[in-house]
């Protein structure tokens, strides 16, 4: 069974930095696409950066120079380094495995498994 679990959100004001880690069981990350999307409320789940072996996405322009995904294989944890956070940054945080296909790997449909999220609060 595979399980995603979470961390590493927080508070933090403008221009701070958060690392979100993402522990999986059951998931080789060496071959499996995993992938960051946030939710912020009222808006739609949105993707924010997907890993494939050694092919890397950054989804949202907006975060691009600012987040860096990146994962560690003999771990297991997938992580997301957020530096210069704004106040558009908050939302809460998911990652995800297993792409099954569909409209891409940056849609939210497109991810079979999920985490419970982390929250992630930027103030100005």
């Known amino acids: 069974q595979v399980q995603l679990m979470e961390s590493g959100g927080g508070s933090t004001q403008a221009g701070g930095s958060l690392r979100l880690s993402c522990a999986a069981s059951n998931v080789n990350y060496r071959t499996t696409s995993i992938a960051w999307f946030r939710q912020a409320p009222g808006a739609e789940r949105e993707g924010v950066a997907t890993i494939k072996g050694d092919s890397i996405q950054y989804c949202a322009d907006s975060v691009k120079g600012r987040f860096t995904i990146s994962r560690d294989i003999e771990k297991s944890t997938l992580y997301l380094q957020m530096n210069s956070l704004k106040p558009e940054d908050t939302a809460m945080y998911y990652c995800?495995?297993?792409?099954?296909?569909?409209?891409?790997?940056?849609?939210?449909?497109?991810?079979?498994?999920w985490g419970q999220g982390t929250q992630v609060t930027v103030s100005s």
């Open positions: 995800a495995a297993f792409y099954r296909g569909g409209r891409g790997p940056c849609a939210s449909d497109s991810f079979e498994y």
